[in-house]
C-alpha cells in the first residue's frame, strides 16, 4: 500500500498537542503541519512534540493571499524562507503553498513576478533538502491563486524551479489530467485527496474519500501506474468535516485509503 499522510486543515481549530494526539489515536503516523501553528508554538517545542506522539512531519503547508507585485507578497516570501529553514530542522521533505492572487495582471506577467520572488526561495530549500512545491486551485479560490489548473501550475513551477503539489479534488476533471501528470511526474511532491459531491456550491466543502462523486479508486490507480511512489495526502475541511467531527473523518478516509490502495 501507498504510504499516506494526513494534512492539517481538518484539524486548524485544535491546539497543536491535541492535534498530535488525535493522530495518534486515529494512528496516523506521517502528517502536514501548518506553518503558522508551528511558528505560533516553535519549533523546538514542535519537534519534541511530534517525536513524543511518534509523528513524522513530512511537509510544512501554508497558504499566500497576496497579490505577486505587491509588498505583502514579498512579506510572505519572507515567511516562505523561514518555513523552508523550519522544514529541514524539522526533517520534512516539502513546504508547499499557493502561488498568490495575480490581482489585475495578465496570467504570464503574474508568473513572472511570481518565480521571479519564489525561484530565490526553491533554490535556497534546495540547498536544505527541501522541495518547494505549489498547489493548485479551483477558480473560486482566487484568492490564494491563479494557476486553476494543474498544467498551469505546473507550467508556473517550472518556472520558478518549483515541484508540486497535486489537489485531485481540484483537478479531477481536467482535460488530459493523467497526460499532464506524466509530463510533469518529476516536479510531483504529494497528491491530495478528498472527495466532492456534485451540486455543492460552497466552498471549502470537502468529504471524506468515498462519500461524493470524484472517482478516486480510478484517478489512485492511473497516478500508480504512472509510477508515482511519494505520500497520497487526506485533505479534510469544511462544514461536513466539522458536523462529523475531525477525528471521525479522517479516522474513515485512512480507512477508504487502505482499502482502495492494496
Known sequence: MQATSVNPMAALAMPLPD??????????TSIGLYYPKG???GWTAVIALAADRGLRVEYLCLGIMSIVDSEAYRADVDGLIDAVRAAADLGAHTVYCTSGRSGRLPW??????AANLLGPVAQRANELGVTL?????M???????FTHSLRDTAELARLAGAGLCVDLYCCWQEADLVETLRANLDLVR??????????TMTMPNRWPPGDGDIPLDRLLAEVRELGYRGLIDLELLGPAIDAEGPEAALRRGLRWLAEHQG
Open 190 to 199: 504529494l497528491v491530495q485527496v478528498s472527495d466532492f459531491k456534485v451540486g
Open 108 to 113: 504570464r506577467v503574474a508568473a513572472q513576478y
Open 133 to 137: 512545491a505549489l498547489e493548485n486551485t
Open 19 to 28: 492535534e498530535f494526539t488525535m493522530y495518534q489515536r486515529i494512528g496516523a
Open 39 to 41: 511558528s505560533q508554538l
Open 139 to 145: 477558480s473560486i479560490r482566487s484568492d490564494l491563486g
